[in-house]
Nanobody
Framework: QVQLVESGGDLVQPGGSLRLSCAFS????????MGWYRQAPGKQRELVAV???????NYADSVEGRFTISRDNAKNTVYLRMNSLKPGEADVYYC???????WGKGALVTVSS
């Protein structure tokens, strides 16, 4: 059974940076497309970035150029580096194994001065 555990959520000031990690277990990590999503209270969950098994990436327009998704297949981990964070991006960030539609429990990111 695939399990995803996010970590790295924290309080950061506007304009600051943060790196989220998602540890994958229970299957062969390298064959899955992985994604990061976020959800603010009262809003729908939205895609932030995805990375294919070959390393190809796609980003939401709102984060293009500021966020970077990456993966380390040796560590079964996917990362999301977030730079220049904005107050409106204070959300719960979720990791997803896209092909299996499997989700982690989320990591809270707070952006506040």
């Amino acid at each position: 059974q695939v399990q995803l555990v996010e970590s790295g959520g924290d309080l950061v000031q506007p304009g600051g940076s943060l790196r989220l990690s998602c540890a994958f277990s229970g299957s062969i990590f390298s064959i899955y497309q992985m994604g990061w999503y976020r959800q603010a209270p009262g809003k729908q969950r939205e895609l932030v970035a995805v990375i294919g098994k070959g390393g190809s990436t796609n980003y939401a327009d709102s984060v293009e150029g500021r966020f970077t998704i990456s993966r380390d297949n040796a560590k079964n981990t996917v990362y999301l580096r977030m730079n220049s964070l904005k107050p409106g991006e204070a959300d719960v960030y979720y990791c997803r194994a896209v092909d299996m539609d499997c989700w982690g429990k989320g990591a809270l990111v707070t952006v506040s001065s």
